[in-house]
């Protein structure tokens, strides 16, 4: 292209026999120009396009990370519903006095009693914030979602830390001490029936059924442990909406994530 310029700017100098060396002075200036911006262009589209390619790194690695956030929120969610589920089934039970299935009231309480927690796979978000390569991400919506879903999470971190602690003093601590069908000190029997215990074996609930059904019953006359199991129903619903929010952001986030890939390609 150049070489093309040169040899039109010459034969319009020799044009003009006085302003020849002008001419051709003044045009060569104009070609290194010419040289100099269409060089900076073509650097600048190689730098954007190596800029985008890493973007579309980031962007699908950000995708599977959501991806599998949205799995692992739909089965908290689903935990948490069994547990308003179970509170219900245990305040009805605590209401009428009567239990007539021991290894029943024992399979809601732990049901109640689990505790579970979402943990983000955040990785690639957190690698751009401590790289300092969250502007690698160009649309701003995307931005400003991801900045969200961190700043949600760490919300409910607070507000699951504060449920954490009255689970510990209005369940397991009134728990503790009111249930236990060992009346031996037998340290090998106890260490034999801990574990299929907690896990609500049924034929070893069985074999202890007067004595969990009437420390059961002492359990739900407890207005503390009531009272835990209130603030376990009212807290998994709070969380349930909260996890709501987040599904359908993330879902809002990964349409936006797949535009972009789709809109802009390399």
């Known amino acids: 292209m150049i ?9 319009m100098a020799d044009d003009n026999k006085p302003m020849k060396y002008a001419r051709y002075a003044g045009g060569e200036i104009i070609l290194v120009v010419i040289g100099i911006l269409i060089a900076l262009q073509i650097n600048n589209w190689n730098e954007e396009r190596k800029d985008r390619m890493v973007e579309i790194k980031y962007l699908k690695n950000l995708k599977h990370d959501l991806q599998n956030d949205s799995v692992a929120l739909v089965n908290i969610r689903e935990n948490r519903i069994n547990t308003i589920k179970a509170v219900k089934s245990l305040l009805n039970i605590a ?20 505790w579970w ?26 931005k400003n979602y991801l ?40 340290l090998n029997q106890i260490n034999d029936m801990w574990e299929s215990w907690f896990y609500s074996n049924r034929a070893i609930i069985n074999e202890n059924q007067d004595l969990l059904s009437e420390q059961y019953r002492e359990l739900l006359s407890n207005s503390t442990f009531i009272n835990g199991l209130a603030l376990a129903g009212g807290n998994s619903q709070y969380l349930i909406s909260e996890y709501d929010q987040m599904l359908l952001d993330i879902s809002a986030l990964i349409e936006l994530i797949n535009k972009d890939l789709n809109k802009h390609k390399p």
Not at 95 to 114: H, M, N, P, R
Not at 117 to 141: A, H, V, Y
Not at 179 to 185: A, G, V
């Open 147 to 186: 900045l969200k879903l961190s700043k949600d999470n760490e919300q409910i971190v607070v507000d699951r830390n504060h449920m954490r602690r009255e689970y510990d003093q209005y369940l397991y601590d009134q728990m503790v001490p009111a249930i236990s069908f060992l009346e031996t000190k037998d």
């Open 95 to 114: 209401a009428s006095k009567e239990i007539e299935s021991v290894f029943e009231v024992d399979s809601l309480y732990w049901t109640i009693g689990i």
């Open 3 to 11: 070489p093309l310029f040169r040899k039109i700017r010459k034969k």
């Open 117 to 142: 927690e979402f943990i983000p796979n955040d990785n690639t978000f957190q690698e751009l914030i401590s790289s300092g390569k969250l502007n690698i991400i160009k649309n701003e919506k995307i």
